[in-house]
Nanobody
Framework: QVQLVESGGGLVQAGGSLRLSCAAS????????MGWFRQAPGKDREFAATISASGAATYYADSVKGRFTISRDNAKNTMYLQMKSLKPEDTGVYYCAARWNTWWSVKRSDYEFWGQGTQVTVSS
């Protein structure tokens, strides 16, 4: 079992930055690929970014590419999402997820463990 806790969300103006963190329990964090997903009001949860277990490989949704950076510190059991040049359409609840596989994935169904989410609101 892996327990995930997100933090770092908040209210920010358009063009601003936020850094989300996802703290994971357990001693096998380095064996899980991780991902960030987000859900805007009234919409389905969508993929944002993913990272391999080692951190060597990453992949982004087109909507965040060039603005968001996913990273992880396996020694600290923590994953991050640095978000810059935020837009109102980035507003939503951001979830971190873990999958029992070393390779990244963009599919929600590939992830076995989920955090409770953190709210990000970008004002125009």
């Amino acid at each position: 079992q892996v327990q995930l806790v997100e933090s770092g969300g908040g209210l920010v103006q358009a063009g601003g930055s936020l850094r989300l963190s996802c703290a994971a329990s357990g001693r096998t964090f380095s064996t899980y690929a991780m991902g960030w997903f987000r859900q805007a009001p009234g919409k389905d949860r969508e993929f944002a970014a993913t990272i391999s277990a080692s951190g060597a490989a990453t992949y982004y949704a087109d909507s965040v590419k060039g603005r968001f950076t996913i990273s992880r510190d396996n020694a600290k059991n923590t994953m991050y999402l640095q978000m810059k040049s935020l837009k109102p359409e980035d507003t939503g609840v951001y979830y971190c997820a873990a999958r029992w596989n070393t390779w990244w994935s963009v599919k929600r169904s590939d992830y076995e463990f989920w955090g409770q989410g953190t709210q990000v609101t970008v004002s125009s």
